[in-house]
């Protein structure tokens, strides 16, 4: 028989950050906290992510000592799709809300591009994983995806640079979490 009973879990999540641009820092520490109602094969919820990286600094007149900075935020609804196999459970992760890419910036001297910004707008998640049963309510995990900050744009307020604002684009950032998942 087909259970449609839905339980409510609680994952919490470690990991890292890469903004897949070689002028920047490789990776940042991500946090993220997500609540769901999981069924079956499949679960809706929300997530809170912060990327939680160096602010940055800038010396106009020693560029050799720039240091690269990398944060951001969001706050999304996800829809999940999960295998019924045990002992591992596979699945696939899609989200959409609204967050802001803080700060994106280059982590040596003038050469590189400058600092990047968002204004506050969609972002978009995509992600795979595995978890696995570690007791009968907790599960640990892994997981692999992307997210999509819109409307970035050059920091017309960083200093050293004179370059003028573009339009918006989309920075894309890839995601690894290491997970803790636990349900009542």
């Known amino acids: 028989m087909l259970s449609l009973i839905a339980t409510l879990a609680w994952e ?7 903004p897949m641009r ?13 609540a769901t109602v999981q069924w079956p094969t499949a679960a809706a ?6 990327i939680v990286g ?4 800038w010396d106009c007149d020693h560029p050799e000592r720039y240091e690269g900075g990398f944060q951001g935020w969001g706050l999304l609804a996800e829809g999940e799709l999960h295998a019924k196999t045990a002992p591992g459970q596979g699945f696939l992760r899609g989200a959409l809300g609204i967050g802001q890419l803080l700060h994106l910036s280059p982590d040596h001297g003038f050469s590189s591009p400058p600092a990047l910004v968002a204004s506050l707008g969609p972002v978009l ?6 978890r696995f049963a570690i007791a009968r309510e907790y599960r640990l995990g892994a997981e692999a995806g992307l997210l999509a ?16 604002a573009s339009p918006g684009s989309i920075v894309v950032v ?3 979490l290491l997970t ?5």
């Open 180 to 184: 803790l998942e636990w349900s009542r």
């Open 174 to 176: 890839a995601l690894i």
């Open 149 to 164: 900050f819109t409307g970035a744009d050059y920091d017309s307020t960083a200093p050293c640079y004179s370059q003028p």
């Open 12 to 18: 919490l999540s470690v990991g890292a950050a890469n």
């Open 54 to 57: 160096p602010e940055g600094y």
């Open 22 to 34: 070689d002028y920047v820092p490789s990776w940042a520490p991500v946090l993220s906290l997500r």
């Open 45 to 50: 919820g929300v997530r809170a992510l912060a």
């Open 125 to 130: 998640r995509g992600s795979a994983g595995v």
